[in-house]
């Protein structure tokens, strides 16, 4: 939960019955309580009113998928798998590369002196 641990937990929750006493903690972890919920219900809301808005081809829409860091890494995949289909696909080189083959034995590899 958030990178805390229980250690962590349980100082939290020493320190929460120091400052608020035995006696106001329960009220306080109440009102914690309905303030999470209503979030949650906020958020919920907000994403159905954007799908509705929207309209019926985002209506599996999710609030994580407009984290710019999502969106970016979903294009590189997607260009990556997409290159990746097409050097299977395609036999023809490309933009000066060359189809590598086994040498046979006894064939001196290719040396450019221009390149070295």
């Known amino acids: ?36 919920k209503v979030a949650r219900r906020f958020a919920h809301q907000a994403r159905d009113e954007l799908r509705s808005e929207l309209g019926p081809e985002y209506a599996d829409l999710e ?19 997409d290159a990746s289909d097409e050097d299977d696909e395609d036999e023809t080189p490309r933009r000066g590369k060359r189809k590598q083959r086994p040498l046979d034995e006894g064939e001196v590899p290719p040396y450019d002196l221009d390149a070295t």
């Open 1 to 36: 939960m958030w990178g805390v641990g229980l250690s962590e937990l349980a100082v939290i929750a020493f320190v929460a019955v120091l400052v608020f006493g035995p006696d106001r903690l329960p009220v306080l972890a109440k009102q914690a309580g309905q303030w999470f």
């Open 63 to 81: 609030l994580r998928d407009l984290d710019p860091r999502q969106v970016v890494r979903k294009h590189i995949i997607e260009a990556m798998n």
